[in-house]
Nanobody, 127 residues
Framework: QVQLVESGGGSAETGGSVKLSCQYSGYFSRRCMGWFRQVPGKEREVVAVIEDDGSKNYTDSVKGRFTISAENAQNIMYLQMDSLKPEDTAKYYC??????????????????????WGQGTQVTVSS
């Protein structure tokens, strides 16, 4: 059974940093894992994805500020968030797909390609 558990959320001031972790377990084959975020009343937005070969891709609003990484031997994925802005406030989710998507790039993905999710962790950025 595939399970993902996020940790590391919390509060930060504008310009601050937060690091999220996603511990995953269970045997699965995938091409793409990623981080999503959601605010009330809006769809879940893909933030960053990492391919099984280590390639990374980001949504435009976080490029240069967020870094996705993974330690495959430890079954952990991270999202380092720097230079935080109030508009980064959201509930953040880690997710994986097991369908072997064709492209692991943000522009080609939505939440519907991902079939396993963590429970989410809240990040709140104050101005």
């Amino acid at each position: 059974q595939v399970q993902l558990v996020e940790s590391g959320g919390g509060s930060a001031e504008t310009g601050g940093s937060v690091k999220l972790s996603c511990q995953y377990s269970g045997y699965f084959s995938r091409r793409c894992m990623g981080w999503f975020r959601q605010v009330p009343g809006k769809e879940r937005e893909v933030v960053a994805v990492i391919e099984d070969d280590g390639s990374k891709n980001y949504t435009d609003s976080v490029k240069g500020r967020f870094t996705i990484s993974a330690e495959n031997a430890q079954n952990i994925m991270y999202l380092q968030m720097d230079s935080l802005k109030p508009e980064d406030t959201a509930k953040y989710y880690c997710a994986t797909e097991t369908k072997r998507v064709t492209w692991c790039v943000v522009s080609e993905l939505s939440e519907y390609e991902f079939n396993y999710w963590g429970q989410g962790t809240q990040v709140t950025v104050s101005s």
